[in-house]
Nanobody, 120 residues
Framework: QVQPVESGGGLVQAGGSLTLSCSAS????????IGWYRQHPGDQRALVAA???????NYADSAKGRFTISRDNTKSTAYLQMNKLKPEDTGLYYC??????????????WGKGTLVTVSS
């Protein structure tokens, strides 16, 4: 059973930093891209950053220059380092494991989310 588990959320003042972790089990970690998504109440989830199975990152415009996504394949864990946080970064952050194109899976998997609150 593929199960991503997020951690590291919390309350931080504007300008501060947080690092989120996504630990994924139940499959070969190097087979998947990993994405971090943010959801505001009443809105759909929006991509914040993603990293390919080969380690190539890409970012939403709002995250460029402030956030860094990385992965440690030896620990089956992906990270989202968030710096210079703004109140608009507040939301529920979800980890997505993308196995859509992988034989035997054909879908993606979501964690339950971790809450980030940035106070002004």
């Amino acid at each position: 059973q593929v199960q991503p588990v997020e951690s590291g959320g919390g309350l931080v003042q504007a300008g501060g930093s947080l690092t989120l972790s996504c630990s994924a089990s139940g499959y070969t970690f190097t087979a998947s891209a990993i994405g971090w998504y943010r959801q505001h109440p009443g809105d759909q989830r929006a991509l914040v950053a993603a990293i390919s199975s080969g380690g190539i990152p890409n970012y939403a415009d709002s995250a460029k220059g402030r956030f860094t996504i990385s992965r440690d394949n030896t620990k089956s864990t992906a990270y989202l380092q968030m710096n210079k946080l703004k109140p608009e970064d507040t939301g529920l952050y979800y980890c997505n494991v993308d196995l859509v194109g992988v034989r035997g899976y054909g879908r993606d998997y979501w964690g339950k989310g971790t809450l980030v609150t940035v106070s002004s």
